[in-house]
């Protein structure tokens, strides 16, 4: 493990099991959140995107190569500059009912005391309670739950995971046996 991508539905757990594991191999933790939304959740147009991505992946490797990272996402329009370039996989393929329960008790937490998620960004009970999947991101999570596991399931079938290690978490147990191995290193 060196190169770590953390992907799975919105809600699964990505940034906190992302920055567990970068913590406890001590390189840097690269968050495509953070590269993609600008204030306002401004998008970044992919071309810029793409090049902010590729910016902090050379960074976090260094002039000899050799560094590492863990990106959490799924953004699909740099999937081939992180997941393809990882050497490790990290897949949470929780239950829907299970992610939906997480989200909705941060994004309640984030709401409450107003927390930044990135770039001056904030939750909204607004946007919470709105019907637009765009701007509610349990529904949205509800909504692409199954397509994303689609997504992944071709992806390790096939030849995009192929020259990684592919951890497909489907509990949070099986979660947590990874981060304490991962510690145990």
Not at 35 to 41: A, K, N, T, V, Y
Not at 138 to 146: A, C, E, G, I, P
Request: glycine share 6%.
């Amino acid at each position: 493990m060196h190169r770590i991508a953390v992907v799975g539905s919105s809600g699964a757990g990505k940034s906190t099991v992302a920055e567990a594991i970068a913590e406890h191999i001590d390189v840097a933790m690269i968050e495509l959140d953070d590269l993609m939304h600008g204030p306002d959740w401004t998008p970044t147009p992919t071309p810029e995107f793409r090049a902010k991505v590729t910016e902090a992946i050379l960074d976090a490797e260094g002039a000899d190569g050799d560094g590492g990272w863990v990106v959490p996402g799924n953004y699909r329009n740099v999937a081939d500059l992180v997941q393809r370039r990882a050497d490790t996989i990290v897949w949470l393929d929780l239950p829907r009912h299970v992610v939906i329960r997480r989200l909705l008790v941060r994004s309640l937490r984030r709401i409450v005391t107003s927390a930044e998620v990135c770039n001056g960004n904030r939750e909204s009970l607004k946007n919470l309670l709105s019907r637009d999947p765009e701007r509610n991101v349990v529904l949205w999570s509800w909504q692409h739950h199954d397509q994303y596991r689609e997504i992944y399931e071709d992806y390790a079938e096939g030849d995009f995971w192929s020259a990684a290690t592919v951890h497909r978490m489907r509990t949070a147990g099986e979660v947590e046996a990874l981060l304490d191995s991962v510690s145990r290193r």
